[in-house]
């Protein structure tokens, strides 16, 4: 399947999502990267789950790293979901961040809620921005909306 | 034209399809930009204002040269610590720190342990009464590089002339008898808290240690190595707080450990105890396992809240204020929580009155003069209550971090918190030195984490130990000279400070200083020493 299938509505409603999520990671990498104290040091030490892997990473041989990586990550894809530009390796990226977010912190009972507001069982708001990013990996809008419909050979069939 | 036929195929609306995100990625990137520099801008102005120097503290000097010969007199609790922070541990104590280990991957007590710097020592001497703990020390720490011997009493390990130094870690009431024989011996001292446990040996510990000035003398108050109280010091010096008029500080502990009931070992008797010698200056009595191992409940052999646990919170205050003995105390309590025969309160309050100090003013001169310490104490409940120095003009929190706020009354801030640049009910400052440093104001996140104790004290990027840090100094001191930021005169303010406490709560009056003549002013027909060390509750006036 994909957005031709749909009608102009549904593909504008998945240009919204997209923009909106793209706007999220954004402007979170861009806060980190113009704040020098920012670091996930806290938020890997404190993991509530997977400890090991998780203090491994907020380790003092592998934080500066992380870091570097999880602003990039963010940023790019802010970008590729702003633009319209490899939305869908984007999408994935995002992903896979979001989920260790996600498993660093889990909404599972028994586990304590960490830094968020909020109440929840099992699902949190990291796994459904996961999902929502899974959505627009398999409907890609970027042809309707973003770089990548000037970058096409044809013009595409519908709008 | 191949180009003219890539751009021909696209109509106005493909293009504003197409490029229509890239306002919207700048807008949000200039938008979290502009926010991240304001915030900046602001700490940093704020930071500026205050300028408050978190320093490092400075290094000790090297550990090199010659092992220094140490004996350590009491192996209790406290005398194991000591040891493990001189780099020995017991047999038992590795096996159980390798168990926990492995149980928790997270428990990094042994490889903390392991990667404490070598501080170039011989443990060659050790005077416990009790064989089981004497054996323990020399089965865990005799080996072909550190031979120990046992000696019967600390005349003998001080006669012997196999130390250099020794470390005093038995009940209070022996502690300024021995370090005062060592230091007229010539042998440097580390004597835990309280220095001493009457008023009298007080003045006659401070007297050998001006007389041998070549000894170096130290009082085992490990808080003053704690980072965070050296920036404190740079807040208080720069005036920030204004005129400090109350401080506040506690302990607030419930559980049997922390009320002093240790456990009796089954080894102890009176073939394997040396009792006699135990009790020393104390009334003589049969033997009694408890008071040999829990003599903290005893006015006999210790010195309860006010010797025991105050002091540790008069000292890390007078570090930073440097307030002296207070002109007045006034105490109250009772054995409210472990009626179980001890005669020391375990619920106190202490009052302390400094009616001259002055920690600087941002207001008309003199108006504001004086100041009062609370110290209040509970073995019954554990709620944390903290510290806090309140002033005029900001509050602060003293921990392992430091919190300011600013006061809503404050001159100082006035301006600012009218333009909306300070929020009194936001911290201005918060010192974390495990974390970048300084922040002038601190995020819900970074507090949370920093509350949780997860971003704490390291040193060179290891966790270490202030008793480590504290003996570190004091052995510093004996190689490459220098004196002990705890030595005797801290020493002497925190000793006749607590025997000011303990007089007052036992005889419920308000007892004062005589600052002039060096005297704690004594009612006519009144012993102070006998009323302190009267082993009872209280004492009829």
């Known amino acids: ?159 | 034209m191949a180009d003219d036929n890539l751009f021909n195929k696209f109509t106005r609306r493909d293009w504003l399809k197409g490029l229509a995100g890239l306002p919207i990625l700048g807008g949000v990137w200039y938008a979290g930009a502009s926010f991240s520099g304001n915030l900046k801008r602001e700490r940093k102005m704020l930071l500026e204002t205050l300028n408050i120097k978190a320093s490092s503290p400075p290094a000790a000097g090297p550990m090199s040269g010659d092992p220094v010969r140490v004996g350590i007199i009491g192996f209790g609790i406290r005398g194991e610590q000591l040891c493990r922070a001189l780099g020995f541990a017991t047999t038992d104590w590795l096996r159980q720190m390798k168990e926990a280990s492995e149980k928790n991957p997270n428990d990094s007590r042994l490889t903390d342990f392991k990667a404490q710097e070598n501080l170039n020592i011989k443990l060659c001497a050790i005077c416990d009464l009790f064989d089981y703990r004497a054996n323990k020390a020399i089965e865990s720490f005799s080996n072909e590089n550190n031979k120990m011997k046992r000696f019967a009493t600390h005349t003998e390990l001080l006669d012997s002339g196999e130390v250099d130094a020794v470390v005093i870690a038995t009940p209070d009431h022996w502690h300024a008898p021995i370090a005062i024989e060592a230091i007229n011996k010539g042998i440097h001292v580390y004597v835990e808290k309280p220095m001493t446990h009457n008023i009298s040996e007080t003045y006659v510990l401070r007297d050998a240690v001006r007389n041998n000035p070549k000894t170096v003398f130290a009082v085992g108050h490990q808080h003053r190595q704690t980072q965070s109280f050296l920036t404190a010091q740079d807040v208080v010096a720069k005036n920030i707080l204004g005129h400090v008029s109350l401080v506040v500080t506690a302990t607030n502990r419930n559980d049997d450990n922390g009320a002093w009931q240790y456990e009796i070992h089954p080894d102890a008797n009176e073939k394997t105890v040396d009792w006699n010698q135990f009790l020393g200056s104390a009334p003589k009595i049969p033997w009694t396992p408890e008071h040999f191992f829990r003599w903290r409940k005893w006015w006999a052999y210790g010195s309860g809240l006010s010797g025991d646990l105050m002091t540790h919170d008069y000292d890390r205050l007078n570090c930073i204020l440097k307030m002296g003995i207070p002109k007045y105390i006034t105490a109250s309590g009772g054995i409210y929580t472990h009626r179980d025969g001890r005669n020391v309160p375990d619920v106190m309050q202490i009052n302390m009155e400094f009616p001259d100090f002055t920690s600087g003013t941002s207001q008309e001169p003199g108006k504001e003069k004086g100041m009062q310490l609370v110290y209040s104490a509970t073995l019954g409940n554990s709620f944390e209550r903290g510290t806090v120095l309140m002033g005029h003009d900001a509050s602060m929190e003293l921990g392992n971090t430091l919190t300011i706020h600013a006061d809503l009354g404050s001159t100082k801030f006035a301006k600012m918190i009218e333009e909306g640049r300070i929020d009194p009910f936001e911290p201005i400052y918060q010192y974390n030195p495990a974390a970048n440093g300084a922040d002038a104001v601190t995020s819900a996140t970074a507090r949370y984490f920093a509350n949780k104790g997860l971003l704490w004290t390291y040193r060179d990027g290891k966790r270490v130990d202030s008793t480590f840090l504290h003996l570190r100094e004091w052995l510093s001191c004996i190689r490459n000279g220098g004196k002990p930021s705890c030595s005797i005169q801290e020493g002497f303010e925190e000793a006749i400070t607590a025997h000011m406490g303990g007089i007052s709560y036992k005889t419920g009056r308000r007892v004062e200083w005589d600052p002039v003549n060096e005297k704690i002013i004594a009612l006519p027909g009144e012993n102070l020493d006998a009323i302190l060390l009267t082993n009872e509750e209280k004492v009829k006036v």
Do not use: C
């Open chain 1, 1 to 159: 399947m994909n957005t031709n299938q749909l009608t102009s509505a549904q593909t504008n409603s998945l240009v919204v999502l997209r923009l909106l999520i793209g706007w999220h990671f954004l402007y979170e990498g861009v806060i980190k990267l113009y704040s020098s104290s920012w670091s996930a040091k806290g938020y890997l030490l404190s993991a509530s789950f997977l400890q090991g892997f998780f203090r491994w990473l907020g380790s003092d041989s592998m934080i500066t790293i992380v870091n570097t990586l999880n602003v990039t990550a963010l940023m790019l894809v802010g970008i590729s979901l702003l633009a319209g530009f490899k939305t869908r390796a984007g999408a994935l990226v995002g992903i896979v961040l979001l989920l260790f977010y996600y498993l660093a912190h889990p909404a599972f009972p028994g586990l304590p809620q960490g830094p968020s507001e909020g109440s929840y069982w099992l699902v949190n708001k990291n796994l459904i921005e996961a999902a929502a990013l899974y959505v627009l990996f398999l409907l890609p809008t970027e042809s309707a909306f973003g770089i990548a419909k000037l970058m096409q050979r044809s013009r595409p069939q519908t709008a």
